[in-house]
């Protein structure tokens, strides 16, 4: 029995060491897959994020916990009429969304604001002047007045200063932002509304291009433009996919390339949950560069100093685009195709690479890095199977335990064969009589 007790003695002494490998794995998709399962809920309340302006609702955040911000609208459902203009939020947000933690702006900005750069944004317009944005927006015609003030939220995630306790800001607070319009005053994306503003866009310059909108049908004049503006040195950045109009948007939809995240050259640029899964109530698409933070998210809007949540691909391709332009300032030298290898080579690997804003800013590239990651079809990143891991932690635990007792064996050898060999290999118990 003195053996045995030893041998468990050494196991509860052992085991804490051996018990990190094999947890490890295990606790990790558990902790992963209690996010993901929380988030899902979180997916099909934001799936009616484009209701119409100014409804009294509490959307949850991205990270399971509510703040009462109303949602913003991508657009106004074309089948209403009389819808006035998203009202000013009464909110404020109470805490730091996900989205920027995640992407580490903090310390990004230790690095740079992306001075000196312009960013033209092809969305709903942006009201210059609107909280937060300060005097870095211009606006062309009449992209300076946003109705439904989608355009405006994307900005204060590309420039915005930030304001308020909770001080949220864009990517790129120190660079400038060109507003087009893309769309109708309701929000409808047309083709030729967005070709005409990437032409303005490549005439003043821009460094960035960032398109919120996504068109079902390729054009030939966007696609004519759109390859101008990159032969102009513009990295071009746009939304993979329409911002889904309600909770049923993905029910029986084919998989599709959207445009222009399709043409050649574009940096195409998905929606996705804390846990990197894309929202339940994403369009399903292919030809997939980046995912980015796109659920929960909070910024401003073009009335008022209130708070809203956005969500969707066109914010995702939002913070890209802020990232993009931190590179060009910071990195000017650069082509813009060295941009866009530098955002999706130092991403975080996943089923669909995930933007690391602090990485890209940062990280030394070598020869390793020269060749650009092919596009992936867009769908949930997979928890990772562990079962061959848990095999192996709890075989280690196995031998771990023979090892201890193969030691205490050899201990209690050292101890007791002596003293066997002085009572002539009599039991103790004898040998005392």
């Not at 702006?105 to 001075?115: E, I």
């Not at 889904?244 to 445009?259: K, L, S």
């Not at 890209?360 to 070598?366: E, F, K, P, Q, S």
Request: with cysteine; hydrophobic share 45%.
């Amino acid at each position: 029995m003195r053996p045995l007790c030893g041998v468990a003695l050494a196991a509860a002494v052992l085991l804490p060491v051996a018990a990190p490998a094999a947890a490890e794995p295990g606790g990790a998709v558990s902790a992963v897959a209690g996010v993901a399962d929380g988030e899902h809920a979180v997916a099909g309340s934001a799936g009616t994020r484009a209701a119409v302006a100014g409804a009294p609702r509490v959307v949850p955040a991205a990270d399971g916990k509510s703040q009462g911000l109303p949602p913003m609208p991508s657009a106004f459902d074309p089948g209403t009429q009389g819808v006035p203009c998203t009202a000013a939020s009464p909110e404020k947000a109470e805490k730091q969304d996900w989205s920027r933690q995640r992407l580490d702006l903090a310390r990004v900005h230790q690095h740079g604001a992306g001075a000196g750069t312009t960013v033209a944004l092809v969305d709903t317009g942006v009201r210059a002047g609107a909280a937060g944005l300060g005097d870095r927006v211009t606006a062309r015609g009449d992209a300076g007045d946003d109705c439904v003030g989608h355009g405006t939220f994307l900005a204060g995630l590309i420039v915005g200063e930030g304001w308020g306790d909770t001080r949220l800001p864009g990517v790129a607070p120190g660079a400038k932002l060109l507003a087009l319009r893309g769309t109708d005053e309701r929000g409808t994306a047309d083709a030729a509304l967005v070709a005409r503003a990437v032409r303005d866009a490549t005439a003043a310059d821009a460094d960035v291009i960032a398109i919120g909108v996504a068109l079902y049908k390729r054009d030939k004049e966007l696609t004519s433009a759109v390859a101008d503006a990159l032969d102009a040195g513009a990295v071009v950045v746009a939304a993979a996919t329409p911002d889904p109009p309600n909770a049923n948007a993905t029910q029986e939809t084919p998989t599709r390339t959207y445009y222009p995240a399709g043409e050649p050259g574009v940096l195409s640029v998905a929606d996705m949950l804390p846990s990197g899964a894309r929202p339940g109530d994403a369009l399903p698409t292919d030809g997939v560069d980046l995912a980015a933070p796109g659920a929960g998210v909070v910024s401003g809007g073009p009335r008022g100093n209130g708070h809203y949540l956005g969500a969707g691909a066109s914010v995702a391709a939002a913070y890209t685009a802020g990232t993009a332009a931190v590179l060009r300032a910071a990195r000017p030298d650069d082509t813009p195709g060295e941009i866009v290898h530098r955002l999706t080579a130092t991403a975080y690997p996943a089923d669909i690479p995930q933007l690391d804003a602090y990485a890209a800013v940062t990280t030394v590239l070598g020869d390793a890095d020269a060749g650009a990651r092919s596009r992936t079809e867009a769908g949930p990143v997979t928890v990772r199977d562990t079962a061959d891991a848990d095999g192996a932690a709890d075989r280690a635990t196995v031998f771990v335990l023979l090892g201890a007792a193969g030691v205490l064996a050899v201990l209690w050898a050292v101890v007791a064969v002596p003293r066997a060999r002085a009572r002539g290999w009599r039991p103790a118990d004898t040998a005392r009589d």
